[in-house]
């Protein structure tokens, strides 16, 4: 990627957060890079309360993350879900969030990241706006 790529890339990421938020009715969206085991946080889009988050984090900590980076397929919980992974699950009420659902990201045909969407309500997202999610997931 050159270097004039690069923030056009940013841009163009930090939109389609914003239209993923829409396109769901979700709270928040997170946008990171896949690199190894690491989750680097690109952009992020709120309804206005902050999201610290911090810079990244190990993709081997949060087992449903890990299934949708390896298996390129969305997934989703709600911290009410009776098998909700438990690091998950706290992570998501230490963000004061109570639903997230995770897709994989492509850019250019290749899979690049990981979007997250987050709810404050337990609800689950729902069919249409899952399969929004995942045309949004392509860039390029």
């Known amino acids: 990627m050159t270097?004039?790529?690069a923030p056009r890339l940013l841009e163009t990421l930090h939109d389609r957060a914003r239209e993923l938020v829409t396109g769901t009715a979700a709270d928040a969206?997170?946008?990171s890079r896949v690199l190894g085991d690491v989750l680097v946080i690109v952009?992020?889009?709120t309804d206005?309360?902050?999201l610290d988050l911090?810079?990244?984090f190990l993709i081997s900590d949060y087992p449903l993350?890990?299934?949708v980076v390896r298996s390129g397929e969305p997934a989703q919980l709600t911290?009410?879900?009776e098998d909700a992974d438990p690091a998950e699950a706290r992570l998501l009420r230490e963000l004061g969030f109570a639903a997230l659902l995770m897709l994989p990201l492509e850019v250019v045909g290749e899979r690049w990241g990981l979007i997250e969407l987050y709810r404050r309500s337990a609800e689950h997202f729902a069919p249409h706006e899952v399969a929004n999610a995942r045309a949004l997931a392509r860039i390029g």
Request: overall charge negative.
């Open 29 to 31: 969206c997170v946008i």
């Open 48 to 50: 206005g309360a902050p």
């Open 54 to 56: 911090g810079q990244g």
């Open 43 to 45: 952009t992020h889009v």
């Open 65 to 67: 993350t890990q299934v």
């Open 79 to 81: 911290i009410e879900d």
């Open 3 to 5: 270097e004039a790529a």
